[in-house]
């Protein structure tokens, strides 16, 4: 991807947003905290739920732009948009660990 901001990169290159995208090892910057995030919660017996494949899926490739909405609003925090159109999914989540009613 080229450095920087996603959605800048997305209004340098509107016609190869592939351009913009990273494979899953750059955009992870800190596995290290990620891997501490685990251990934390198995330690602590809580669920986690693991946003990874929704934001970088089996392809190896993160996506800058799904469907018509962008993925980040900058190099490191999900779009708005984005967070809200996976609020099914993070349910579906939560209610498979029963942590919702159904």
């Known amino acids: 991807m080229a450095e920087g901001d996603a959605v ?40 986690l739920i693991d946003p990874k494949p929704w934001l970088c899926p089996r392809s190896g490739r993160c996506p800058v732009v799904v469907g018509d909405m962008f993925v980040y609003r900058d190099e490191s925090h999900i779009a708005e948009a984005y967070a809200e159109a996976l609020t099914p999914v993070l349910r579906q989540e939560l209610r498979r660990l029963g942590m919702l009613g159904k």
């Open 8 to 47: 800048e990169c997305a209004s340098s290159y509107p016609l190869h947003l592939e351009d913009c995208e990273q494979n899953q090892r750059e955009a992870i910057r800190d596995p290290t905290r990620r891997e501490a995030n685990r251990q934390g919660t198995r330690g602590a017996g809580a669920a």
